[in-house]
């Protein structure tokens, strides 16, 4: 919302200086709570120190099922990908007036 003022008025002036101060302080709390949750993530994946013998198994099979599931998800995206790249080809190559049996 825009409000018209003369640009010298000392209200408008106080009002661009508390606009600043507010965009600052929002940044602030921005980076320091992207900060925050960096590091609370770096600490829980990695900190192993109080796990038992038992908690480090369960934790290695469950990273290793996501291993799994990832490579999997990563298959099929690959997959879709080449396919749509065949269809792109074949489309393209018929607006260009390509026989159309050729491209296939």
């Known amino acids: 919302m825009r409000v018209k003022?003369?640009?010298?008025?000392?209200?408008?002036?106080?009002?661009?200086?508390?606009?600043?101060?507010?965009n600052q302080a929002t940044?602030?709390?921005?980076?320091?709570?992207?900060?925050?949750k960096s590091q609370i993530e770096e600490k829980?994946?990695?900190?192993?120190?109080?796990?038992t013998l038992t908690q480090i198994k369960r934790?290695?099979?469950?990273?290793?099922?996501?291993v799994l599931e990832l490579e999997n998800q990563l298959q099929k995206e690959r997959q879709k990908l080449g396919e749509l790249r065949k269809k792109h080809y074949?489309?393209?190559?018929?607006?260009?007036?390509?026989?159309?049996?050729?491209?296939?």
């Open 44 to 51: 829980d994946s990695m900190d192993f120190s109080s796990m």
């Open 5 to 22: 003022a003369d640009k010298d008025s000392a209200n408008l002036a106080r009002l661009r200086q508390a606009s600043r101060g507010v």
């Open 59 to 66: 934790q290695e099979m469950d990273s290793q099922v996501r």
């Open 90 to 104: 074949k489309l393209a190559g018929v607006a260009e007036g390509w026989d159309e049996d050729a491209a296939e």
């Open 27 to 36: 940044a602030g709390v921005v980076a320091s709570t992207k900060s925050g």
